[in-house]
């Protein structure tokens, strides 16, 4: 298992600190919404949340209410989020994938982390 320092741990719970108000807001939004791909009714499950551009690799808008789709999540039928973070070609298949793509460009526009080429691969950018 990979060990972390301290002083690595803190930060990593610094960065995070926003992020079980941010998905207990969005869990909320979520029960009154549908997904946005396939319109199945959502549950209101953290699983629903999805984040436009991975968590992960964009700390810097890891909060932004505009990072957030909402897609049937573990316990939905259609499995759309996982589409959306799957494949580029299952992402590319899916109907929302062109305004989607609209609304990436524009997330990319805040972001302070360097966006790596698969990235425009992926959205076709
Ligand atoms: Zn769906």
Redesign the pocket.
Known sequence: MKRYSKKALDKRKEERACLPEFFQRHIEISKTKS?A??G?KLKGEVSEIAHRLAKSTFKSIMCDDENVVY??GRF?K?G?HSLYDGTNEQLQSLSIFSTEKEIIKELLEKVTEEINYKLYDRWQL
């Open positions: 997904c791909n396939c199945e897609l049937g939905s259609c759309c």
